[in-house]
């Protein structure tokens, strides 16, 4: 059985908002903007990552139907229901690790010290704030203000199972 640890997800461009919530999760998800699914599949081949998708079409190659690559087939066109549907299938901990990577870029963020981003981040977030991170790629800084206790908030409504 698969560890939940090494769950890594590619996700369909229709069904795009499901990859900034599962990164903040902290699961590795690649944004797929291709349109070629042979292209997909084979990274998630590769990468050995789950395709989420809309697409009926996926679901019937043979790699899928065999059980070499998972997919699961997203019923809803509703962000909040699709994030249930994935997290239920696949028993997803939405604590798992949450803000560990960058929402932009899916790379996985690099702590800071707070002398490290001084001028970099606004002075009332500085004097507030004493844990940074660091996206390597964009360089964007993360840390625990407003915009994060509010995702947090959502985080645990889809573990409860909605609202
Ligand atoms: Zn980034």
Redesign the pocket.
Known sequence: MRLIDNLKFIVDNNVGKLAKWLRIMGYDSLFFNGGNDSRMVAIALGEERVILTRDTQIMKRRVVISGRLKAILIQSDEPERQMHQVIDSLHLDCQFKPFTI?L??N?PLQEKSKQQVKDLVPPYVFQTQNQYME?P??H?IYWRGTHWQRMSERLKRFRKGGP
């Open positions: 960058c932009e870029c790379q996206c790629t964009c964007r």
